[in-house]
């Protein structure tokens, strides 16, 4: 890829401007402002409201993110719409020559993922995913005490989170909680999208890169919401470098707490909250600054500097997401385990289960909990 040389701020369509798209939005409009970029057209199958249109100020609004992108020929096109869309609209954006801000997870299926892939690298542009924890630099701080031994050998990676959610998180849109949506794979599932952020992330602290950064996946997968994805799961990773990544998660948590990437290696430990920025090392807690995606992105373009998330880079969690894709449909938590606090399903005793996998490296099945009846699905890469 050859850098920019224009002086004038890079142009940009977005695509997707309500729900997590009006954070997009705000934020070119306040780049645009401050003249990184040039917000020039939005994309949305939907009209946008007075504050929408206010923010996308003279830039080229339309329904049809084809006919935006050719009549804008942006530099830059940034995609916050449903996954199942990803694919379609990154490819189009790529074929005409720009470079791309694409919303995780990147695809719901391998086979898209490595379509994508192949046709960026044909294209010859760059592509980030919207994984914003990369930028963080507590991150950063961690990839290097592992990379530097600080931490001694990493004998294993754990993701817990326990969040909550109410019903209107599944109401608010025809593809939330599903695993398909009209025959087309959606999967919005708790480790494929809520905590994507925390899968990807523990794979890639792991280090392991390459067509097969993960030799197997074993999952387990829960829902007491009526969905038909899952909403309670949990995951045991082995990496191509034979690290353990346990990954137990729930939206329907008894109290909600910001979920953690834990390392553990022979000489220390590590616990990051990825979500706030924060490290705690045995030297201490300390919280950090963060990169934004956006402004990596064109300083990417303009001088080089590597991308934080480059979709290359997701490949591990894909891999996650392509074994949960192939994966029995999630148990229903029987009526006994599970109460309702106002619209909010809460699992009984879930907070305690997340983190005793996690720290045990045991699947929910593998565990004596009651709700948990579910078997584990084992996924290989060449399977
Ligand atoms: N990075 C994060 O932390 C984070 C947080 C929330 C959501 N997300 C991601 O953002 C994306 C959007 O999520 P959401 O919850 O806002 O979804 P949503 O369904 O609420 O909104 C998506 C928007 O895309 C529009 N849209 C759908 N199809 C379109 C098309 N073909 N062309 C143009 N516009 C189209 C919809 O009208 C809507 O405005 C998803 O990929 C999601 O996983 C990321």
Redesign the pocket.
Known sequence: MTLRRDSSPPSVVL?????????HLEHLAARTATGLVRLAGV????PLDVQQQSLAGDSLFG???ARVIAEVRPEIVV?????H??A??ARLAFDAGAHVL????PTPTMAEFDALLAAQRAAGVACQV???AFGSRAYAELANLIATGALGEVRRIGLTGAWTRDESYYG?????GRRSLDGVPVM?GALT??F??GVAMALRLDGSAGDEPVRQVEVDTYRAYPIEADDTASARITTARGTTVLAAVTLCAETSREPIVEVVGGEGRAELWYTEDRLRTAAGERRFERLDLLDNLVDHLTDGVPLVAPLADTRSFMQVVEAIRLSPAAVEIDARFRRQAGHREIIEGVDDVVREAAAAGALFCELPVGWATGKAFQWRERD
């Open positions: 695509v997707g401007a309500h729900g997590h798209g009006r954070g994309a949305d199958v939907r329904t049809d993110a995609i916050s719409t449903p996954m869309t990803h379609n609209l694409l919303e995780k997870p919207g994984f914003q608010r849109a025809a593809w939330a919005d999208n809520p994507a952020h």
